[in-house]
């Protein structure tokens, strides 16, 4: 680039930040009122969860917390890291555990959860629920049957081509007419139902992708070596399809965390559910600004820690790498 | 194994009809339990209700049919413009990350990392409540006129809905566009700048005729699905009050209590979208890479 051009853009950035930058400040200094996120803490975070109940939610943040610290900061061998993935697995069904209760808690109904807890449930589950079925959908979209491979087609097209807004309208309102009468799902489940069917989908092309990446010659490799076409598949072909798709996957975590709030439309109190019915508060009228700042940096916090847990899994799976 | 595989998908097929069955049998209990059935009558009953926007004539006496044709048109409007802004946008932005001057790549990369990190549906919120319905009620500016009321372009009036849309969608869909032209051109082997600055070729005429010939067959592909995308969220245009195809049909739904019917002409309105788009850029495509084929 031209040396003069060069400069005038240094010049006319720098004043627009430097412009940028005053009014943030004067705003910031001047005209900003974080009552309205200060005094309604709990309410982000939990929601209108039974207040003598609170810390069962909060403390399967403070677990998710410690964990995340300890997968990207802890030692990188020893007798735990073994069982991280595991442990990993298992947050899932602690927090349902926590926050609906049962056993040996007190039951809590699901018209009462909300806030962040809300997102990260409705994100954790159905993440956990689409992945198995994205496989599966990968795999039979790849298969030589024809009834396997038209079926899976069909659905995964059919469900790229709608938006995310009308699935999740079918989850609340249309999933109870295809039940039988008395049969009921509460509105939690029938929305993690309609994120994990739609999000399968997606990750099913994702995984395809990594089948594809994998030259035919494992295959025949492990057929030579005497596997079953089932044991390379879960042997051979899968693990590395896998590893080829994280990060492709991970866009899909990210995407499927910042889809929750599309439930604040349906009517759930998430997190940007229960912003809403705060802003709609006379108390804290017009305090949009504050709000949604708020919520941006949870949400971006939220989903730059789940990139960088990715991004350690990816280095940590990586078969180049000496040092596992 | 031929009879094997052969009785898996009989099975399978077994499976999937008995479960469509089921589903089905269902629908059909619950329907004539509440007393509904599919009819498609409603259709031509009038609305009743008004609409803040639309390109054709509408009045609430219309039809159901012309008001879900409003919303489907309104739909249009606002992904047509969108489309063309956030191409512009993501270009822009694109280049810039690979710029010489390292202010505006830093900022073209903090753009990008911002945005694909927060939820769309926040965006589209502060822009409406905050950035749009913020500005002051009498109108300022010349030649474009904003004020909280709707903006004027060069005489042409535009709602403060219409606006917050697709000033959401744009700066969304141009951060990812953002990095598909980056990736697209990283792609280009960097022997291939050096080889044509080496000829004496300018910057501008390397980058037309080396640099993106290579670069865009990469691109198109994952900018139709970006494309698609935007489609897709526009229908989010419903949490700030802009009557499109979703926004209508959900009143429609809500007023008739035709869900079904609502629903499966959502779908068929939705998919007649995708196939113009997709359609559209399979032409580009095929033009694109012709005439750069011929051009070589």
């Given at each position: 680039m031209n040396r003069w051009l060069n400069r005038s853009v240094t010049l006319v950035l720098t004043a627009l930040i430097g412009w940028g930058?005053?009014?943030?400040?004067?705003?910031?200094?001047?005209?900003?009122?974080?009552?309205?996120?200060?005094?309604?803490?709990?309410?982000?975070?939990?929601?209108?969860y039974p207040v003598d109940q609170r810390w069962r939610p909060l403390l399967w943040m403070v677990a998710l917390v410690v964990l995340i610290g300890f997968t990207l900061l802890g030692p990188r061998r020893g007798p735990l890291q073994r069982w991280l993935p595991l442990i990993w697995l298992a947050m899932a069904p602690l927090g349902l555990w926590l926050v609906a209760g049962g056993l040996v808690l007190e039951p809590v109904s699901t018209r009462d959860w909300g806030g962040f807890t809300l997102t990260l449930l409705l994100t954790f589950g159905s993440g956990l629920l689409a992945l198995p079925i994205g496989v599966l959908l990968a795999l039979g979209r790849r298969s030589r049957l024809p009834v396997l491979r038209l079926s899976s087609t069909a659905y995964i097209e059919l469900m790229r081509a709608v938006p995310l807004i009308a699935v999740l309208f079918f989850g609340q309102l249309?999933?109870?007419?295809?039940?039988?009468?008395?049969?009921?799902?509460?509105?939690?489940?029938?929305?993690?139902l309609a994120f994990a069917f739609f999000a399968a989908a997606y990750i099913a092309e994702d995984?395809?992708?990594?089948?594809?990446?994998?030259?035919?010659?494992?295959?025949?490799?492990?057929?030579?070596?005497?596997?079953?076409e089932w044991q390379s598949l879960q042997l051979v072909v899968l693990p590395q399809a896998l590893r080829?798709?994280?990060?492709?996957?991970?866009?899909?975590?990210?995407?499927?965390?910042?889809?929750?709030?599309?439930?604040?439309?349906?009517?759930?109190?998430?997190?940007?559910?229960?912003?809403?019915?705060?802003?709609?508060?006379?108390?804290?009228?017009?305090?949009?600004?504050?709000?949604?700042?708020?919520?941006?940096?949870?949400?971006?916090?939220?989903?730059?820690?789940?990139?960088?847990?990715?991004?350690?899994?990816?280095?940590?799976?990586?078969?180049?790498?000496s040092d596992r | 194994m031929r009879r094997r595989s052969l009785l898996l998908q009989v099975g399978v097929a077994a499976l999937l009809l008995a479960l469509l069955a089921l589903l089905v049998n269902n629908l059909a209990v619950n329907l004539l339990r509440t007393g509904l059935g599919l009819d498609f009558g409603w259709l031509g009953?009038?609305?009743?209700?008004?609409?803040?926007?639309?390109?054709?004539?509408?009045?609430?006496?219309?039809?159901?049919?012309?008001?879900l044709t409003i919303g489907w048109l309104n739909s249009l409007k606002v992904i047509a413009a969108g489309l063309v802004l956030a191409t512009l946008l993501g270009v822009a932005a694109g280049a810039a990350r690979?710029?010489?001057?390292?202010?505006?790549?830093?900022?073209?990369?903090?753009?990008?990392?911002?945005?694909?990190?927060?939820?769309?549906?926040?965006?589209?919120?502060?822009?409406?409540?905050?950035?749009?319905?913020?500005?002051?009620?009498?109108?300022?500016?010349?030649?474009?006129?904003?004020?909280?009321?709707?903006?004027?372009?060069?005489?042409?009036?535009?709602?403060?809905?219409?606006?917050?849309?697709?000033?959401?969608?744009?700066?969304?869909?141009?951060?990812?566009?953002?990095?598909?032209?980056?990736?697209?051109?990283?792609?280009?082997?960097?022997?291939q700048w050096e080889a044509f600055r080496s000829l004496g070729l300018?910057?501008?005429?390397?980058?037309?005729?080396?640099?993106?010939?290579?670069?865009?067959?990469?691109?198109?592909?994952?900018?139709?699905s970006q494309y698609l995308n935007l489609a897709k969220n526009s229908t989010l245009a419903i949490a700030v009050g802009y009557a499109d195809l979703y926004a209508v049909s959900d009143t429609t739904i809500t007023q008739t209590g035709r869900a079904i019917e609502g629903f499966l002409l959502l779908l068929i309105s939705f998919l007649l979208l995708n196939l113009l788009i997709s359609g559209g850029m399979a032409g580009i495509n095929a033009t694109v890479l012709g005439r750069m084929r011929r051009s070589r």
């Amino acid at each position: 680039m031209n040396r003069w051009l060069n400069r005038s853009v240094t010049l006319v950035l720098t004043a627009l930040i430097g412009w940028g930058l005053w009014s943030v400040l004067h705003w910031l200094l001047l005209a900003a009122d974080w009552r309205v996120v200060v005094s309604n803490l709990p309410l982000y975070v939990v929601g209108s969860y039974p207040v003598d109940q609170r810390w069962r939610p909060l403390l399967w943040m403070v677990a998710l917390v410690v964990l995340i610290g300890f997968t990207l900061l802890g030692p990188r061998r020893g007798p735990l890291q073994r069982w991280l993935p595991l442990i990993w697995l298992a947050m899932a069904p602690l927090g349902l555990w926590l926050v609906a209760g049962g056993l040996v808690l007190e039951p809590v109904s699901t018209r009462d959860w909300g806030g962040f807890t809300l997102t990260l449930l409705l994100t954790f589950g159905s993440g956990l629920l689409a992945l198995p079925i994205g496989v599966l959908l990968a795999l039979g979209r790849r298969s030589r049957l024809p009834v396997l491979r038209l079926s899976s087609t069909a659905y995964i097209e059919l469900m790229r081509a709608v938006p995310l807004i009308a699935v999740l309208f079918f989850g609340q309102l249309l999933i109870p007419l295809f039940l039988p009468p008395g049969l009921e799902i509460n509105r939690v489940l029938r929305a993690v139902l309609a994120f994990a069917f739609f999000a399968a989908a997606y990750i099913a092309e994702d995984v395809r992708g990594g089948l594809q990446a994998i030259p035919p010659m494992q295959r025949e490799a492990a057929a030579v070596l005497g596997l079953s076409e089932w044991q390379s598949l879960q042997l051979v072909v899968l693990p590395q399809a896998l590893r080829i798709a994280l990060p492709s996957l991970t866009n899909q975590a990210v995407g499927l965390l910042q889809n929750t709030s599309l439930m604040a439309i349906l009517g759930l109190v998430e997190l940007l559910g229960i912003s809403r019915s705060l802003l709609a508060n006379p108390v804290f009228i017009g305090r949009f600004l504050e709000v949604y700042l708020w919520l941006a940096a949870v949400y971006w916090l939220a989903c730059t820690a789940m990139a960088l847990l990715a991004r350690h899994l990816e280095l940590r799976l990586d078969p180049l790498r000496s040092d596992r | 194994m031929r009879r094997r595989s052969l009785l898996l998908q009989v099975g399978v097929a077994a499976l999937l009809l008995a479960l469509l069955a089921l589903l089905v049998n269902n629908l059909a209990v619950n329907l004539l339990r509440t007393g509904l059935g599919l009819d498609f009558g409603w259709l031509g009953r009038p609305s009743g209700f008004a609409l803040a926007e639309s390109a054709l004539p509408y009045s609430p006496s219309d039809s159901y049919l012309w008001a879900l044709t409003i919303g489907w048109l309104n739909s249009l409007k606002v992904i047509a413009a969108g489309l063309v802004l956030a191409t512009l946008l993501g270009v822009a932005a694109g280049a810039a990350r690979s710029s010489s001057n390292r202010l505006l790549r830093s900022l073209a990369g903090g753009y990008v990392a911002v945005i694909r990190q927060v939820p769309l549906l926040l965006q589209l919120l502060f822009w409406y409540f905050v950035a749009f319905l913020g500005l002051p009620e009498t109108p300022i500016g010349g030649l474009i006129q904003l004020s909280n009321q709707g903006i004027s372009m060069l005489g042409m009036p535009l709602s403060v809905e219409f606006c917050a849309v697709l000033t959401g969608l744009t700066v969304f869909t141009g951060a990812s566009i953002a990095e598909i032209v980056r990736g697209g051109v990283n792609a280009v082997p960097r022997g291939q700048w050096e080889a044509f600055r080496s000829l004496g070729l300018s910057e501008g005429l390397g980058l037309r005729r080396i640099v993106l010939p290579q670069a865009l067959p990469a691109i198109l592909p994952a900018l139709t699905s970006q494309y698609l995308n935007l489609a897709k969220n526009s229908t989010l245009a419903i949490a700030v009050g802009y009557a499109d195809l979703y926004a209508v049909s959900d009143t429609t739904i809500t007023q008739t209590g035709r869900a079904i019917e609502g629903f499966l002409l959502l779908l068929i309105s939705f998919l007649l979208l995708n196939l113009l788009i997709s359609g559209g850029m399979a032409g580009i495509n095929a033009t694109v890479l012709g005439r750069m084929r011929r051009s070589r």
